[in-house]
C-alpha cells in the first residue's frame, strides 16, 4: 500500500477556515470502532467535508482525514461508484482492501440515528451504471420527512431533548440571549424561534437545501446558518461571547435575585467581576440577593435529577403532613425529561377545603425552618380572582399563591453519590418553587408550569389561530364567550384542536 496521498485535498477555499476544534476528536471519542469513514472531497468541497467530519465525529465516529487501508467506508456525494473506483484508482488502493463505497446519505443518517444504520442499496454507490440510473437514486436530496409540513407554532411540533441541530441551536441560543440583555426583544424571539424549530427537526441540517420549507427561519437566521455550515461557527456568535456586556450580564443574571434592571446597574457603574460588587461597600443587596450570594456555588452548579428526586421526596413528606389528599407534582423542565435544570418546581392542588389550602405553604415553611431545611424563601400570596379573563401576554406571570425558596438538601436524602459532592460536603443549597393552585385550575397550572418555548406558542396559537385566551388559570373562548373547563392537560389541547403532545415533546 502506498502511503496516503493528500493530492485529492483540492484548493477551493474561498475565505480562510476556522477549524481547529474540527478537528480535536480524540480516539476516546469513538464509540464504533469497527467502522473506519473516509469522506470523498472531490465534488462535495473543502467546507462541506469539513462539516460532515465534525457532525460525524461528535457522534462517536472515526472519521479520517487521509485514505489509508484502515478505512472501512468510503463516503461521497454527487459522484457514481465508477467515479469513485476511479478516483480511487488513482489513489492505488490494493483491491484487498476495497472498501464500501457509499452515497452521503447514509452517512447523514447515520448521524441522525447518532449510531451506524443499516447499508442499503439506495445508499451503496454503484458501479458501472450512470448516476442518474433509476434503480440509484443517489443522494438525499430532500430531508427525510416532508418539511413542508412543520408548523411555525412550537404546540404543533414535538420536540424532545434529542436535538439534532446543537451546532446551530447553541449558537442561536447565545444570540437570543444577547439581545434579551440589549432588550431587543424583536430578534430575541426572532433567535429564540429559530433555534426552536430547529431543536424539532428529526435530521441535522447539512446544506442550505435542507433550510427549505422550515417556518422562522428568515435571512438573518439563514445567513447564520450557511456560516455555521461553511465555516463551522458564525462570526457573530463569536464575537457575542468575547463582547464583555454580554459576558457581564450573563455572569450577573447567573445570581440568584439579580435580573436585567440591577445587571444594567452595576455594568454602568463598571463592575465586571462578582468580587468586586459583593465587596462594593456602596451598594445595597436585595434579601434575595444577599442569599443569591451566599449560596452562589451550590446555585450555578445546576440541579441534577436525583437531587430533584431528593427534594420531591421531602415536599411530598411536608405538604401530605398538612393535606394528606393533596397532589403534588414536578413540573418545569424535569417533568420535560430534562436531566438537569436550574431549580425544581412544583404544583401542589387538593381537592379538599380553600382555607386547609391557603395555609399550606406557610406550614410547610415554619415545619421546614424546625427542620433547618430552609435557607431563604419568599411566599407571595394569592392575587387570583375567579372572574378574571385569561391574561393575553404571553409570558405575564400568574396569580397562583406561590412560594420562592432555597432548600437545604442534606447529602443523606441522596440515594446515590453524586459528582458534584465533593467529600466532606453535607449538604446542598437548591432552588425550589412551589405552587399551589386552585383544583378546578390544575389542568391549566400543569401545562403552564411545564413551560417551555411551547407554552408561549401555545397562547400565541390560542388567540392567533382559535380566537381564545389561554394562561396559566384557564381557557377562554371569545367566539362563544365562555370560559373552557378541563380536568386534564388533553382536554385543554383537545378544546384548541391540537393534537396531544406530551411533555417530554415540550422541550422546545
Ligand atoms: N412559569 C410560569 N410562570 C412563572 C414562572 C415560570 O408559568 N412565573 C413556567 C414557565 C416555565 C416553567 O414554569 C418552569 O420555569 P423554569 O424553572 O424557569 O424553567 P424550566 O423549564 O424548569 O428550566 P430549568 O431547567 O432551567 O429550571
Ligand atoms: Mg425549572
Known amino acids: 500500500m502506498d502511503p496516503p496521498r493528500t493530492s485529492h485535498l483540492s484548493p477551493r477555499k474561498k475565505r480562510p477556515r476556522q477549524m481547529g476544534a474540527l478537528m480535536a476528536s480524540s480516539p476516546q471519542d469513538i464509540k464504533f470502532q469497527d467502522l473506519v469513514v473516509f469522506i470523498l472531497e472531490k465534488k462535495m468541497g473543502t467546507s462541506r467535508r469539513a462539516f460532515l467530519t465534525e457532525l460525524a465525529r461528535r457522534k462517536g465516529f472515526r472519521v479520517e482525514n487521509e485514505l489509508s487501508d484502515s478505512v472501512t467506508h468510503i463516503v461521497a456525494e454527487n459522484n457514481s461508484g465508477s467515479d469513485v473506483l476511479e478516483w480511487l484508482q488513482v489513489q492505488k488502493i490494493q483491491a484487498s482492501s476495497q472498501p464500501e463505497l457509499l452515497d452521503v446519505s447514509w452517512l447523514i443518517e447515520c448521524i441522525g440515528a447518532g449510531k451506524p444504520v ?40 414535538r420536540t424532545t431533548l434529542n436535538n439534532f441541530n446543537q451546532i446551530f441551536t447553541d449558537a442561536f441560543d447565545i444570540l437570543a440571549e444577547n439581545c434579551e440583555f440589549r432588550e431587543n426583544e424583536d430578534s430575541c424571539l426572532t433567535f429564540m424561534r429559530a433555534a426552536s424549530v430547529l431543536k424539532s427537526l428529526p435530521f441535522t441540517i447539512i446544506s442550505m437545501k435542507d433550510t427549505e420549507g422550515i417556518p422562522c427561519l ?60 459583593r465587596s462594593e461597600k456602596s451598594l445595597t443587596f436585595t434579601r434575595m440577593q444577599r442569599a443569591g450570594f451566599l ?25 401530605w403532613a398538612f393535606l394528606p389528599d393533596a397532589f403534588v407534582t414536578m413540573t418545569g423542565g424535569f417533568r420535560r425529561g430534562k436531566k438537569m435544570g436550574h431549580d425544581v418546581d412544583f404544583l401542589i392542588t387538593s381537592p379538599g377545603s380553600t382555607e386547609d389550602e391557603e395555609q399550606l405553604l406557610q406550614k410547610v415553611m415554619n415545619l421546614w425552618e424546625k427542620k433547618g431545611l430552609l435557607l431563604y424563601y419568599d411566599l407571595v400570596e394569592s392575587t387570583f380572582e375567579k372572574l378574571r379573563l385569561p391574561s393575553r401576554k404571553v409570558d405575564a406571570l400568574d396569580h397562583f399563591q406561590k412560594c420562592f425558596l432555597i432548600f437545604k438538601l442534606p447529602r443523606q436524602r441522596l440515594d446515590s453519590d453524586q459528582p458534584s459532592w465533593q467529600e466532606g460536603k453535607t449538604w446542598k443549597a437548591i432552588r425550589v418553587d412551589l405552587v399551589m393552585c386552585p383544583y378546578e385550575r390544575r389542568a391549566f397550572a400543569l401545562l403552564g ?56 415533546e415540550r422541550n422546545a
Open 449 to 504: 408550569w411545564t413551560g417551555s418555548r411551547f407554552e408561549r406558542d401555545l397562547r400565541r396559537y390560542a388567540t392567533h389561530e382559535r380566537k381564545m385566551i389561554l394562561d396559566n388559570h384557564a381557557l377562554y373562548d371569545k367566539t362563544k364567550r365562555m370560559f373552557l373547563k378541563a380536568e386534564s392537560e388533553e382536554e385543554i389541547f383537545a378544546h384548541l384542536g391540537l393534537d396531544y403532545i406530551e411533555p417530554w
Open 218 to 277: 428568515g435571512s438573518k437566521v439563514k445567513g447564520i446558518i450557511e456560516e455555521i455550515i461553511e465555516d463551522g461557527e458564525s462570526s457573530e456568535v463569536k464575537s457575542v461571547l468575547n463582547d464583555e456586556r454580554y459576558q457581564s450580564f450573563k455572569l450577573f443574571t447567573s445570581v440568584f435575585g439579580v435580573g436585567l434592571k440591577t445587571s444594567e446597574k452595576w455594568f454602568r457603574m463598571g463592575f465586571r467581576t462578582l468580587s468586586k460588587v
Open 295 to 319: 449560596y452562589y456555588e451550590d446555585l450555578v452548579s445546576c440541579v441534577t435529577r436525583a437531587e430533584a428526586e431528593a427534594v420531591s421526596v421531602l415536599v411530598k413528606e411536608a405538604v
Open 118 to 157: 443499516e447499508m442499503t442499496g439506495k445508499h451503496q454507490l454503484v458501479v458501472g451504471r450512470d448516476y442518474s440510473d433509476s434503480t440509484n437514486p443517489g443522494p438525499l436530496k430532500t430531508p427525510p420527512i416532508a418539511v413542508q409540513k412543520i408548523s411555525q407554532y412550537a404546540c404543533q411540533r
